[in-house]
Structures are given as C-alpha cells and as structure tokens.
C-alpha cells in the first residue's frame, strides 16, 4: 500500500464529514462489496451506502468518487463517479450504484468506471499485491452542473471538479485478497 494521498497533489479544501453503514475508514470493506468482475468469490459490486453532512454553504451540487491509487497501474483505478447530485441530497442508498442508477437522485448520472462500466465496481486488488485503499470522497461543488458528459472519463471529471470544489469528505476502506 502506498504511502502516497491522491489529493496532496493539489490545494487542500475545505472539509466535512462522510459517514456509511456499510464502509468504515480504515476498515475493509466487507465481501458483498468486493468484485464479482474480477472473479472474485462471492462479489457482488454493490456500492456503499454513503451520508454525508457539513457541506459549506453555497454548496449546489456533489459528486462522488470512488479511487484506488494502489492499483498496480501509472494511474489508478476509479471504481466510481457520480456527478450532478442535487445539494438537496445528503444520502446515497446502499446498491445506488447499479448499472441501471435508479437509486440515483434525479439529474444525477454515473461516468464510466475503469473496467468501462457506468456504474460502481467493487474492489479487487490483484491476489498477493496487499492492501489497497479505496478513497470514497463526496465532493462539495460551486455548481449545478459540472457541464461533463456520461461518456467523460473519471479523471476528466477530476479536473474538471478541481475548479469547483468548495469542500471534500473522505473515507477510505482497505481491501485485499491474499
């Protein structure tokens, strides 16, 4: 696991708080979470339920992230990106993130992940490659709508979120297969 934090390469913000009822910080994420896509036993690619509160005021949009930055790649792995949630929401349910998103909050859409999907991947680091992190950041934004389109790439909408981020929550889980 890298010592590295995916946000020391830019300004620090603003922060609050995130909370799930099926992730902790620090802990790893339980089995129904990990990936069904990489063969892994008994995955199911359910994404966490997330809550979040503290937003700073002016706050008209959030987008949620979910990234990997010990993935055994130059550039990670994004497992998840949900962008235009309304400031009036503060809660994702358990499961939002289904490749059909009807849990989504209305005008909100999800990017495709890195296994080209439009929807959350659990996850699943390489057997024997050790714990990885998985940064789970709901972002405070300036904006309605951040103006990127379903076919953008994650880190494309992590530029564009770069401009408009008035404050960030963060959670990180781990993962490991032996």
Known sequence: MSGNDPFDRIPPTAAFTVTSTTAADGEPWPAPQYSGAFDVPGGEDISPQLSWSGAPEGTKSFAVTVYDPDAPTQSGFWHWAVVNIPASVTELPEGAGTA?????????????????????????PPSGHGPHRYFITVHALDVEDLGVGADASPAFLGFNIFFHTLARAVMVPTGEIA
Not at 101 to 121: C, S
């Open 100 to 124: 059909s998103g009807e849990l989504l909050p209305t005008g909100a859409f999800q990017l495709r992940n890195d296994a080209g999907t439009a929807q959350f991947v659990g996850a699943a």
